[in-house]
């Protein structure tokens, strides 16, 4: 006969999308024993973005799932914010120690290395790439699930990972809006410049230039904002506000290779009252999507694979899987993209006012932004 412990185990999960989100909870939830698989759209892995800055509540979220080590390997430890105008005229220094209560807490990593130590090992996890999903529907004991082959495959619990634009949460929910957030942005890879040893931002007047250290060789760069003018910049004359700005900004952006660049829009899903429905559930940007500014996606990515492999440890009946788990993350992820709103709108005040708010209370404001993110993840069911 077989034991409860091992019926529970032979439960069937699907996970739709393998980006960070997807990947972390294959990860989790392997690792408990469930049988899992993940299907990605696309027919190869092609991580998007160049690099990522993931604040101290994804690192701490990473060495939870046990990858921590080895992302500090391959990536680069980031242990301060440096901002300076413009002109390179320092504005604040923040020790991040501050922020998040521990040295060494932050990390900057190229999005193709974090994607490959989330995949390593994932051999128990039937990946399937090229494969999407084009309908459900589920009852009280399970998910139908049909794939773009036409195939119809069942599942004790469907997971949708696949993004802001993401296909399960429509199916299920129906359309949800998007907030274009603002302009376009630019992110590419460069060689590290000499004494780039931390997250280091040149805050022009309406323009921002932000150098992160990826690996011992390579930094990301991730350019913001308007014309000196105002206007919104085009791919055309994205780069021209900062040929004026000191070195290494200027020479960077005199000598990259327009072919390189990486052209984004920022845009926040609005907020949803449940992740999903009963058996069917929604992760990361499919979940939550916002803007960069508190840099907090892949963070509250990692932290929904642990926690929802927190809730199915302690939970038999999976049928208000999705209920359950908006419940454990709501307040956590409505206090990021609340304090991110805020963010978004200190990009907008004038120059003149930031660059004094960031002397007098910038550091003040930092660690209160991220001091809920700061607080250990709360498990239940270790
Ligand atoms: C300009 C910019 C800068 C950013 N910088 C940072 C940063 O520094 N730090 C940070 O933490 N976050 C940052 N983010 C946010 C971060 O990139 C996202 O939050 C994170 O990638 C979300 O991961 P995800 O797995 O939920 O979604 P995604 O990364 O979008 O992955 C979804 C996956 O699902 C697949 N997929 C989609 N639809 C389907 C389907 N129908 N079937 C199968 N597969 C499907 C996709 O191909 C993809 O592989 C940034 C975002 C932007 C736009």
């Not at 003018?229 to 005199?254: A, H, M, Q, R, W």
């Not at 069917?280 to 694979?305: I, K, N, T």
């Not at 709501?330 to 004038?350: D, F, G, Q």
Request: contains cysteine.
């Amino acid at each position: 006969m077989t034991a409860v412990g091992e019926v529970e185990r032979m439960k069937k999960i699907l996970i739709v999308g393998g980006g960070i989100a997807g990947l972390a909870a294959a990860r989790v939830l392997s690792s408990k024993g469930f049988s899992t698989t993940v299907v990605e759209k696309t027919q190869e892995w092609r991580p998007v973005g160049g690099g990522i800055y993931i604040p101290g509540n994804g690192v701490a979220a990473l060495d939870a799932i046990g990858l921590g080590e080895k992302a500090r390997l391959k990536g680069s430890v980031i242990d301060h914010r440096h901002i300076m105008s413009g002109k390179g005229k320092h504005l604040m220094r923040l020790d991040l120690e501050k922020v998040w209560g521990r040295p060494a807490p932050c990390l900057g990593i190229l999005r193709r290395d974090l994607h490959e130590i989330l995949f390593d090992g994932l051999e128990s996890v039937d990946v399937r790439l090229g494969t999407s999903i084009t309908s459900f529907s589920q009852d009280e004991q399970g998910v139908d699930v049909t794939l773009n082959s036409g195939d119809v495959e069942r599942y004790d619990l469907l997971i949708g990972a696949d993004g802001l634009n993401s296909s399960v949460r429509e199916l299920a929910m129906g359309k949800t809006p998007i907030r274009r957030v603002g302009d376009l942005c630019c992110r590419f890879v460069i060689e590290r410049p000499k004494n780039l040893n931390e997250w280091t931002l040149y805050a022009g007047k309406k323009s921002q230039f932000l150098m992160i250290p990826m690996t011992s060789s390579l930094a990301y760069v991730y350019v913001g904002g308007q014309s000196k003018e105002g206007d919104s910049l085009t791919e055309e004359n994205f780069l021209d506000p900062f040929y004026d700005f000191p070195d290494p900004v200027s020479s960077i952006c005199k000598s990259v290779d327009k072919n390189d660049l990486i052209w984004s829009s920022l845009d926040e899903l609005a907020p949803l009252d449940t992740w999903g429905n009963r058996r069917v559930v929604l992760m990361g940007d499919a979940a939550h999507a916002m803007p960069p500014f508190m840099a907090q996606g892949a963070s509250l990515a990692l932290e929904d694979a642990l926690i929802f492999g927190d809730v199915l440890s302690g939970q038999t009946d999976w049928s208000s899987a999705a209920e359950t788990f908006t419940e454990r993350r709501k307040s956590r992820v409505s206090w990021a993209i609340e304090r991110n709103r805020r963010r978004e709108k200190l990009t907008k005040i004038p120059y003149w006012v930031s660059s004094i708010g960031l002397k007098l209370v910038g550091e003040k404001t930092w660690i209160e932004d991220y001091s809920v993110l700061a607080k250990p993840l709360e498990m239940e069911n270790e």
